[in-house]
């Protein structure tokens, strides 16, 4: 009988791990409120088209500009994977500028950093790349998610050695 125990105790916390690493990084009300039919590259063509609607994109910052009562992030467009956070792949269908209210660090939120963000579409900026005019939706922060730099790869990881290595 106690051996039936240990294995269901043994049971349960190895299926609380495996469930833990599948949920998505943003909350349920995110992920109720936000219009996941919405794609970015609809979007990206026609922002005033979806003024109000709260969307679900994520990506790489590329800058973050601190202004007086709030921050500009500028982000690369992404993919995100079945738990909401950006493939690390070198995959975009544009950019875009996520505005917090208030001020937040540049040394947090800085270049190469993934993000994933709940916004509600504002706006749009018509902004210089380069030479060209670049037009930019623009999102008002509901919630978001900075991924941990351990976290970029998605890959399973699994080691067995035996041995004396050596890591460069």
């Given at each position: 009988m106690k051996t039936h125990i240990k294995i269901l105790f043994l049971l349960v916390i190895v299926s609380a791990f495996i469930f833990s690493a599948c949920a998505p990084v943003l909350s349920d009300k995110s992920l109720r409120e936000a219009n996941l039919s919405i794609s970015f590259q609809d979007l990206q063509?026609?922002?005033?088209?979806?003024?109000?609607?709260?969307?679900?994109?994520?990506?790489?910052?590329?800058?973050?500009?601190?202004?007086?009562?709030?921050?500009?992030?500028?982000?690369?467009?992404?993919?995100?994977?079945?738990?909401?956070?950006?493939?690390?792949?070198?995959?975009?269908?544009?950019?875009?500028?996520i505005v917090f209210k208030g001020f937040m660090d540049p040394a947090i939120y800085a270049p190469y950093r993934l993000i994933t963000v709940t916004g509600e579409v504002?706006?749009?900026?018509?902004?210089?790349?380069?030479e060209i005019q670049y037009t930019y939706p623009v999102l008002a922060v509901r919630e978001h998610t900075l991924i941990r730099p351990e976290n970029y790869n998605n890959e399973p990881r699994f080691n067995l050695g035996f041995g004396l290595g050596i890591n460069r």
């Open positions: 063509k026609n922002p005033d088209a979806y003024m109000g609607k709260v969307v679900i994109f994520g990506g790489r910052i590329i800058t973050t500009t601190a202004k007086k009562d709030e921050t500009w992030v500028e982000v690369l467009q992404q993919p995100l994977d079945n738990q909401y956070k950006p493939e690390n792949k070198d995959v975009s269908y544009g950019r875009f500028i504002v706006g749009k900026e018509v902004l210089p790349i380069k």
